[in-house]
DNA sequence: TAATTGGGTACCATTTTAGTCCTGTATAAA
DNA sequence: TTTATACAGGACTAAAATGGTACCCAATTA
């Protein structure tokens, strides 16, 4: 499936709510309600926004959250490794040199020339574009064989 | 990590070898040797290559596995489809009209949008872009910015 | 100081994943 | 026709990740 966990699908879901409606303060409780999900689980999705930078809390009474930096300056890519780590698609896409397959595998240049590619294509749409509701904007997809590479992946 | 599964990830290596010696029959024992990995690990690997249509088995003496069709024709998005099923990023982005968030959720369509990207992109990486020793030449990505929308995504 | 609201941690249930094994069946060569 | 080879299919188990919950603490403000 090269899914999302449920967990980051709702984050994305949240983000775009506080996004909706960037001037004021969110509690919990009121996000929950809004995009129906329970409390706790909402919280717990909160809390790893928070730790990843993406939003800002204040305790107490007429406390909440709000974003850290404006939507267009928050991506898809920065909400996914906010809850599941570094976007990769495998192992020795993030690690150099620590995969004991490497002289049998073959596959990992490019394998994570592919996972560049993908990280770019997430780190090109912002919240912005999420909580939008006009059809997202994505980058020309060309093909392949017109393209002379060494260009595209630096 | 948006990651593959480790078994999509042996899939990719296990084609990957076969394809560089696309003329012989492979065994599940050869391969086994060639990669690294543990045989049952690598014979279910390949059973399930085989339901996806990307490998043709041979039974008996002098049996084995070979492609289907060339590697030119086998997709990144072939293997990992056969292994993790659909490529897509959420539950939403297969099946339409099936979530019961949809009405608070508020990001689906575009959330779509990019599952579409990332699986135009993988099936835009072939088997023998992988097997290849050669840098992979990936499409070139314009930024956002500088595009028309609606021409891209369909 | 009381009420509100987030912070942190620990825990448990469930699901998914990975890996193994066993038995059956097709094929080719002797 | 027999036998060795090799894939097919399914059941099973162990381990890990995931999702969800509960509890108590800390900060803020009225």
């Known amino acids: 499936m090269l899914k999302l966990s449920r967990l980051t ?56 959250y709000r974003l850290a930096r404006p939507a267009s300056q928050i991506t898809a890519a920065d909400i996914i490794s906010a809850i599941e780590g570094p976007v990769a698609m495998t192992e020795c896409s993030q690690a150099e040199g620590e995969c004991e397959l490497a002289a049998t595998c073959g596959v990992a240049d490019n394998w994570q020339r592919v996972s560049l590619a993908i990280r770019t294509l997430l780190e090109s749409v912002t919240l912005a574009h999420l909580a939008d509701t006009a059809p997202i904007k994505l980058p020309v997809q060309l093909p392949i064989q017109s393209i002379s590479l060494s260009a595209a992946s630096a």
């Open 9 to 64: 699908d709702y984050a994305a879901v949240v983000m775009a709510q506080i996004a909706r409606h960037h001037q004021a303060s969110h509690t919990t409780a009121d996000l929950a309600e809004a995009v129906q999900l329970p409390h706790p689980t909402v919280s717990k999705t909160l809390k790893m926004l928070v730790k990843a930078g993406l939003l800002e809390s204040q305790r107490g009474v007429q406390g909440g």
